[in-house]
């Protein structure tokens, strides 16, 4: 929230991913916001300097309104943040922001999250206990 304003920005952003040059990225948020804002994405060089885009500019959402951005990295970026910038007196608020490759995951991304389980030296008891565990809540193995 902004309650005054004479110049400068309110930036909501999450840390520095690293990211593959050339590769094409997809940036999803929901927003709601009683005045203007835009999306800036602010990459960083291998050489450590900065490169600032401008992917949207955002009209006012009463009520949680989704975004979707292609990004395509360019040649000698090594990582990236999105600004969601707030540059005038008004309330701002993002949820559910992610940034995703759908080309790195064999082309597509994944319809269900996904989660491993690691067991450590494939032990009888392990083949015994977990693996009955497992099926009986749906959960797909492949160490049996």
Known sequence: MVTAYTDGDSKWYFNDVSVIENETYVYD??????APSKL?????????GYIYSEIANLDPAASWTHVEKQI??????????VFHILAQVGNLSIDEAFLSN??????????NGMLT?????????QKDNAIPLLNAKGI???FG
């Open 102 to 111: 759908p080309g790195a995951i064999l082309g597509t991304p994944f319809a």
């Open 72 to 81: 395509t990295i360019p040649s000698g970026v090594t990582s990236l943040t």
């Open 140 to 142: 797909k193995e492949t």
């Open 29 to 34: 948020v929901q927003y709601k916001s009683d």
């Open 40 to 48: 800036t994405v602010r990459y960083t060089t291998s050489s450590g």
């Open 117 to 125: 389980f690691s067991f450590d030296d494939g032990w009888l008891s």
